[in-house]
């Protein structure tokens, strides 16, 4: 099976890779593209491949747009990591797609699903293509957080923000100034709104950015220890089930 990959995030390219080398399917990889352009070129000058993980977003824009470009005749199996209601025209639209981070059990079942039916995916017509973009665009992500101060609210930068605990049903945040903030909002609320490159979910209680982090040190139970900045009293555990995924994250 000749497989390419169409991903502008190492992390996430190699993550699948990895997967690949674990499946019981026997493959080639062809290459990893990283952008619209690029995949435009390597169609051009290549027979197609027997399927293809595309992600959505890439380094130059959707990846829809490189069929807006070239016919693609290959099955296309799209990797997102947009929420359960954006994916909702993936599931209408009956396209294959993997919801990112991808698990192991979930690409052997869309390579099973490939090898049984043979049935490309890839026959995005214009109304179609028109349907995805507009149920899929991202939300861009907030350059700031209102927070409490005193009797009334300030506004901070998303940027100058360390790190971010809840504590009796509460959620502070911690800047570069050592200042703590009450956030009016609960942590999904916060966390879906950052930008997941630049801050991390180490568990159910904390928020981290990569910026604050100093050392990472290995700790009981299989999990890691960080030395973040400003610290203070609180004590930055990465849980079990999310320590290889932080270390993706922190491309170690």
Do not use: C
Not at 46 to 61: C, E, K, R, S, W
Not at 189 to 217: H, P
Request: zero cysteines; proline letters at 2%; charged letters at 25%.
């Amino acid at each position: 099976m000749q497989i390419l990959i169409i991903e502008d995030e190492p992390r996430a390219a190699r993550q699948l890779e990895k997967l690949l080398t674990k499946s019981a399917f026997d493959y080639q990889l062809l290459d990893i593209i990283d952008s619209v352009k690029g995949a435009v070129v390597w169609f051009q000058e290549n027979t197609a491949p027997d399927v293809v993980f595309m992600d959505i977003q890439l380094a130059d824009g959707l990846s829809f747009e490189i069929f807006q470009k070239i016919e693609v005749e290959a099955p296309i199996i799209f990797t997102t990591a947009f929420d359960e209601y954006a994916i909702q025209a993936f599931k209408v639209n009956s396209v294959d797609y993997l919801l990112k981070p991808v698990q192991q059990e979930d690409l052997e079942v869309a390579l099973h699903k490939f090898e049984k039916t043979k049935k490309a995916t890839n026959e995005l017509d214009a109304t179609l293509l028109n349907t995805l973009l507009t149920s899929i665009q991202s939300p861009k992500k907030r350059s700031g957080i209102l927070v409490k101060e005193g009797n009334g609210f300030v506004q901070i930068k998303i940027s100058d923000l360390l790190y971010v605990y809840s504590e009796s049903s509460m959620t502070f945040g911690i800047t570069h100034t050592n200042k703590r903030y009450i956030i009016d909002e609960t942590m999904d609320q916060l966390f879906d709104s950052l930008r997941k490159t630049m801050f991390y979910r180490i568990n159910r209680g904390q928020i981290v950015s990569k910026a604050s982090i100093q050392k990472i040190e290995p700790y009981f139970n299989h999990r890691l220890k960080l030395t973040v900045s400003n610290s203070r009293d609180q004590e930055f555990i990465v849980s079990r089930k999310k320590v290889h995924d932080f270390k993706e994250w922190m491309n170690i």
